[in-house]
């Protein structure tokens, strides 16, 4: 028997993995968070499968669905909206498995912060202006943020910045990042990325708060900044594909 942590993606059912849909097909269990979670994932789940939402349910409640399974020799599939290296309490909950020495292991899915830059059709990096990507989030009601990962710090570097569970204070952030990035820089957010219902909203720090507003856009959002992405850049040819390289050292 296995807890089989399992990247749910954006949303989208044809956006699993095969390995995913293969785990879920064969695991008796399902615990899925219904909140982000298009109901048409679940369809790859056997018929017979017990489809448990996790979204009103506390980790210690969580835990002991995977404790009954153990005890049935049932494996579970525990869905995981995006990917589970990302803001998936993956940590707490292998931590009380392994307590109870229960074994899991985890498969990667599509992160919500590439579908939406799918979407828009944006390369988070560009040559000779941005190379680093910061995944990050606010603090509100949330957990605390650790002091050294402020917004401020962040915005000082001028990366691609992608906020997750955020767009209730996006007016503020956006405020908060004019002094570093501009009122003109490229802001996107996106809403339930791939699913039926998503929305994409492009604007600039200077719109984007109100852009969401008028869509009453309240969670399920991920927000993008940065100068890449512009709808047209002119950049600099990357290195790997330049025509002038030299490729006579490279074999196979």
């Known amino acids: 028997m296995t807890v089989h942590f399992i990247g749910a993606g954006p949303g989208a059912a044809d956006l699993l993995t095969v390995r995913a849909v293969e785990l879920l097909r064969r695991s008796p269990m399902c615990l899925y968070a219904g909140t982000y979670l298009d109901p048409e994932v679940l369809a790859h789940c056997a018929p017979e499968a017990e489809l448990i939402d996790t979204q009103k349910l506390d980790l210690d409640e969580i835990v002991a669905h ?35 020495g229960i074994p899991w292991d985890v498969t990667p ?20 202006q941005v190379q680093s990507v910061v995944l990050t989030r606010t603090h509100a009601r949330s957990t605390a943020m650790p002091e050294s990962e402020s917004l401020a710090n ?33 802001a996107a957010v996106v809403y339930r990325a791939t699913q039926p219902e998503q929305q994409v909203l492009r604007g600039t720090l200077a719109d984007i708060a109100d852009r969401v507003e008028a869509a009453g856009l309240r969670q399920a959002a991920v927000i993008l900044v940065g100068r890449a992405l512009a709808e047209s850049i002119d950049c600099a040819q990357s290195h790997l594909y330049d025509p002038g390289r030299d ?6």
């Open 66 to 100: 995977c404790a009954r399974a153990h005890a049935e020799g049932k494996d579970v599939a525990r869905l995981c909206s995006g990917d589970p290296s990302i803001y998936s309490a993956l940590t707490e909950q292998k931590r009380r498995l392994d307590a109870l």
């Open 109 to 128: 899915g599509v992160p919500a912060y590439a579908a939406a830059a799918a979407l828009l059709g944006a390369e988070l990096t560009v040559p000779e």
């Open 154 to 186: 962040f915005a000082r570097t001028r990366a691609t910045l992608i906020l997750h569970l955020a767009i209730t204070r996006i007016r503020t952030l956006a405020q908060e990042l004019v002094p570093d990035y501009g009122a003109d820089c490229p």
């Open 247 to 252: 490729r006579s050292h490279i074999t196979g």
